[in-house]
Nanobody
Framework: QVQLVESGGGLVQAGGSLRLSCAAS????????MGWFRQAPGKEREFVAA??????YYGDSVKGRFIISRDNAKITVYLQMNSLKPEGTAVYYC?????????????????WGQGTQVTVSS
């Protein structure tokens, strides 16, 4: 069982930056692929980024602006969000996947946090 708690959301102006954190529980944290998704009102949950033991990968809408990282010693995963756009307004969720490869779909992730709200004003 893995429990995930996000933090770091808030209100930011377009062009600004925020860093989200996701604190995890569990001794096997380093074995999981950790991901971030977001969900805007009325829209489906969208893949943002994920990180395995050695690779990172991103959704097309955030490539070049967002950076995902992890600290296995602190069992925490981060999402540095730069050059934020108003369309980035959403609830951001942290998730953990036990699958091999590069999971990007919601059904490939086993555990989810409660989410943190990010609002980008224009």
């Amino acid at each position: 069982q893995v429990q995930l708690v996000e933090s770091g959301g808030g209100l930011v102006q377009a062009g600004g930056s925020l860093r989200l954190s996701c604190a995890a529980s569990g001794r096997t944290f380093s074995y999981y692929v950790m991901g971030w998704f977001r969900q805007a009102p009325g829209k489906e949950r969208e893949f943002v980024a994920a990180i395995s033991r050695s690779k990172t990968y991103y959704g097309d809408s955030v490539k070049g602006r967002f950076i995902i990282s992890r600290d296995n010693a602190k069992i925490t995963v981060y999402l540095q969000m730069n050059s934020l756009k108003p369309e980035g307004t959403a609830v951001y969720y942290c998730a953990a996947s036990s699958r091999l490869g590069l999971p990007v779909h919601t059904y490939e992730f086993d555990y989810w946090g409660q989410g943190t709200q990010v609002t980008v004003s224009s």
